[in-house]
T-cell receptor
Framework: GENVEQHPSTLSVQEGDSAVIKCTYSDSASNYFPWYKQELGKRPQLIIDIRSNVGEKKDQRIAVTLNKTAKHFSLHITETQPEDSAVYFCAATIRLGDKFYFGSGTKLNVKP | DVKVTQSSRYLVKRTGEKVFLECVQDMDHENMFWYRQDPGLGLRLIYFSYDVKMKEKGDIPEGYSVSREKKERFSLILESASTNQTSMYLC?????????????FGPGTRLTVL
């Protein structure tokens, strides 16, 4: 089955700096890659996603890139703010309506 | 707006007790999932269901069972709770008929087994 690895497990940046979180996946059939943000004490929520026919997607300060050849995808957050502090999870899925395979999570701390 | 609710936010049980965790979604979603979340291990899938009375094992089904008698409700059962089942349990649902559809999560149940 699919295996998703996520790095780093913790990331600390200064407010205004950029943050990058990387994930690799094992199954080349995976075709959808969402990113979830979980603030302390709250439920995970989708923040951005990318499909395998697209190389990059942006939404304001957040972007996701996908390299299908290398089987990795990354989350980029620019101009970080304290409210970006949270745990971020990447995921991959192979089939329509199928289960997600989640990474182990990255705890991002943005220092004011 | 999709709403996924879980029966309890916090639960304390004793070893050997039978524990029921309930999840309800109100958007007629086809698929429902149960995860446990532990520090450093991310979200691990316990069971999922893509239709009423249908279930499939996830990555860590041992010690758990599930029930889906109605489309909106998905129950996680710990037949005989053990201390290593102390964890945060998250339920999620997806529409199920679109590739890559979003998983909507419940607020979670923090279970402590003494």
């Amino acid at each position: 089955g699919e295996n998703v690895e996520q790095h780093p497990s913790t990331l600390s940046v200064q407010e205004g700096d950029s943050a990058v979180i990387k994930c690799t996946y094992s199954d080349s059939a995976s075709n959808y890659f969402p990113w979830y943000k979980q603030e302390l004490g709250k439920r995970p929520q989708l923040i951005i996603d990318i499909r395998s026919n697209v190389g990059e997607k942006k939404d304001q300060r957040i972007a996701v890139t996908l390299n299908k050849t290398a089987k990795h995808f990354s989350l980029h957050i620019t101009e970080t703010q304290p409210e970006d502090s949270a745990v971020y999870f990447c995921a991959a899925t192979i089939r329509l309506g199928d289960k997600f395979y989640f990474g182990s999570g990255t705890k991002l701390n943005v220092k004011p | 707006d999709v709403k996924v609710t879980q029966s309890s936010r916090y639960l304390v049980k004793r070893t050997g007790e039978k524990v029921f965790l309930e999840c309800v979604q109100d958007m007629d979603h086809e698929n429902m999932f149960w995860y446990r979340q532990d520090p450093g291990l991310g979200l691990r899938l316990i069971y999922f269901s893509y239709d009423v009375k249908m279930k499939e094992k996830g990555d860590i089904p041992e010690g758990y069972s599930v029930s889906r008698e109605k489309k909106e409700r998905f129950s996680l059962i710990l037949e005989s709770a053990s201390t290593n089942q102390t964890s945060m349990y998250l339920c999620a649902s997806t529409q199920g008929n679109l590739v890559g559809d979003e998983q909507f999560f419940g607020p979670g149940t923090r279970l402590t087994v003494l």
